[in-house]
């Protein structure tokens, strides 16, 4: 239940976190596809008086001779690709170490104000004379066992 | 062993990502990298019963040269003040444990775990005053004490109830 419970805050985080990630890079490399297809529509455009030469011009076609790749990623923009996909990768293990990170300690902090708590109302219960201590006594141990059973809900077994 | 996963936590998370966490300091990291040596260095002396080695070590945190404050560092030193107090205690060395749950719990003025823990200590003190009170005759200033030591009991499991419903969301109740 508990491992579910991460594993699912986890994911969202490391979506959250790629999502997030995916914008920044994205704006940074364009300059060089930005360029290159900035680069291709120019060589698709015929200059005044030039001679038209061969498939490359013609309209909606692919400006790259046929046989090779048809994707338009040169060996920078491969590297820059290439780049981009680690920084999102990197991130996204960033996202996912945090957030399992952040359940650990919520459990961690939990069980440690537990253990307190524990020794809180045992000294509470020890001390209790009169009818009104016997009753925070009482309603101490009430919470306890909520607590307790929150705990050991969302996080199993503490070791003390 | 608990601890070192909240100095673990504290450290992951001033190194992975400087937006989610606001503790990149190389100050702050030293600070709490230190800390959380120093704390094993006492778990070791206290594993091995030398009460006065471990005091000494988490002396030492105390004494180190403190960075900025950041929630972090009060929540260390709230932390140290604390199980400085409750070794202080075992010790019977009442007033200077009870000199370090003030000097703690001015760190740790919000309803946290650090402050619970630190009231929970305070209770434990007073408890051991009241007694050697009770035992030296001092029977209305006994009862003075015990009564206070159920006020920051009460306290300290008001605010660790709170601390465990805001960590863990309203889940497993009822």
């Known amino acids: ?160 | 062993m608990s601890r070192w996963f909240v100095f673990a936590w504290l450290l992951l998370a001033g190194c992975s990502n400087p937006q989610i966490s606001d503790v990149p300091s190389t100050e702050v990291m030293s600070f709490l990298s230190a800390t959380q040596a120093l704390h094993r260095q006492a778990d070791i002396h206290e594993n091995a019963n030398r009460q006065g080695d471990a005091l000494a070590a988490l002396e030492r945190i105390i004494a180190l040269p403190q960075p900025r404050a950041t929630p972090e560092i009060h929540e260390v030193l709230a932390d140290t003040h604390a199980r400085i107090a409750e070794t202080l205690l075992k010790q019977g060395k009442l007033d200077k444990a009870i000199d370090h749950v003030r000097k703690g719990l001015a760190h740790a003025q919000s309803p946290t775990f650090f402050r619970g823990h630190l009231l929970e200590v305070e209770g434990a003190i007073l408890e051991a005053e009241s007694k050697n009170l009770r035992a030296a005759g001092k029977e209305s200033e006994a009862d003075e004490k015990r009564k206070a030591a159920l006020a920051r009991l009460n306290e300290a499991v008001a605010i660790h109830e709170s601390v465990i419903r805001h960590q863990l969301g309203d889940a497993g109740t009822k």
């Open chain 1, 1 to 160: 239940m508990n491992t579910r419970r991460l594993l699912i805050l986890a994911l969202l985080t490391a979506f959250a976190v790629a999502c997030g990630a995916g914008q920044q890079p994205a704006a940074a490399p364009p300059s060089a596809t930005q360029s290159e297809a900035h680069d291709a529509a120019a060589a698709r455009q015929p200059a005044p008086g030039a001679t038209t030469p061969t498939a490359t011009t013609t309209p909606g076609a692919s400006p790259f001779p046929s046989g090779l790749p048809t994707s338009p990623l040169t060996p920078t923009s491969r590297f820059v690709e290439r780049e981009r996909i680690v920084q999102e990768l990197t991130l996204l293990q960033k996202g996912l170490d945090l957030s399992l990170n952040a359940g650990v300690r919520q459990c961690d902090l939990a069980c440690r104000a537990l253990t307190s708590m524990e020794k809180a109302v045992e000294k509470l219960c020890r001390m209790a004379q009169d009818d009104a201590e016997q009753k925070q006594c009482d309603d101490a141990r009430g919470r306890l066992r909520d607590a307790t059973t929150r705990v050991k809900t969302e996080c199993g077994e503490c070791a003390h």
